[in-house]
């Protein structure tokens, strides 16, 4: 019996330092965040501050058939970054948005290009809920953009914007837009 309790030892720890080498492969493709952080792009370094843990962002139609939703969610705290998205089409059904497909390390640059250009403004808003126009009313669609600060006692904050952004002026116009974009370059990626 003792014998038998030996071999298992070894086999577990032989088969745990298999594992601990694909982690630190794993480890070794990770990029480090910090305040301040810059993580280079296909165009510029990001600087990011203050801290983010996430951000969320995409389009959604709550009158349609198929592919009503189109959303991304990139994962900024610690010592990585992950991009994901979500295929489930679930905004409006299923409990939510289920991110559970990984976007590759090359679609991760695009989405880090909009992250870079969100406006101050909306990094030091007061409110968790911003609505501007009537997001997917009248079957128009909408825009969603969320993030959250890595800050105590820190909320979700969401922005719903009408997909054509009416309503929108100014720098929230202009980030908009470029979430339209991003969304549309991400599109042959998923």
Same mark, same amino acid.
């Given at each position: 019996?003792?014998?038998?309790? &030996? @071999? ?17 492969? %794993? ?28 951000? /969320? ?7 349609? /058939?198929?592919?009503?939703? %189109? ?8 010592? /990585? ?27 991760? $640059? ?7 250009? @969100? ?6 808003? /007061? ?20 993030? &959250? ?28 837009? $470029? ?12």
């Amino acid at each position: 019996m003792k014998m038998i309790i &030996q @071999i298992l030892t070894l086999s577990l720890l032989i088969i745990l330092s298999g594992c601990n080498s694909v982690t630190k492969k %794993k480890e070794a493709e990770k990029v480090e965040i910090t305040k301040n952080s810059k993580i280079d792009t296909i165009s510029n370094p990001i600087e990011i501050e203050p801290r983010i843990i996430y951000v /969320a962002y995409g389009y959604y139609c709550g009158e349609c /058939a198929n592919e009503c939703t %189109k959303m991304y969610k990139h994962y900024l705290i610690g010592n /990585a970054t992950t991009f994901w998205t979500d295929k489930t089409d679930s905004y409006f059904k299923d409990g939510g948005l289920k991110f559970e497909t990984e976007m590759s390390r090359e679609s991760q $640059k695009i989405g880090f290009e909009l992250i870079n250009s @969100i406006p101050e403004s909306i990094l030091k808003t /007061a409110n968790t809920r911003n609505i501007f126009g009537c997001p997917d009313c009248d079957d128009g669609c909408g825009l969603h953009f969320e993030f &959250q600060l890595d800050e105590p006692d820190s909320k979700p904050i969401i922005y719903e914007m009408e997909y054509g952004l009416n309503g929108t002026t100014g720098e929230i116009k202009k980030f908009g837009e $470029k979430i339209k974009s991003t969304i549309e370059k991400l599109e042959n990626y998923r």
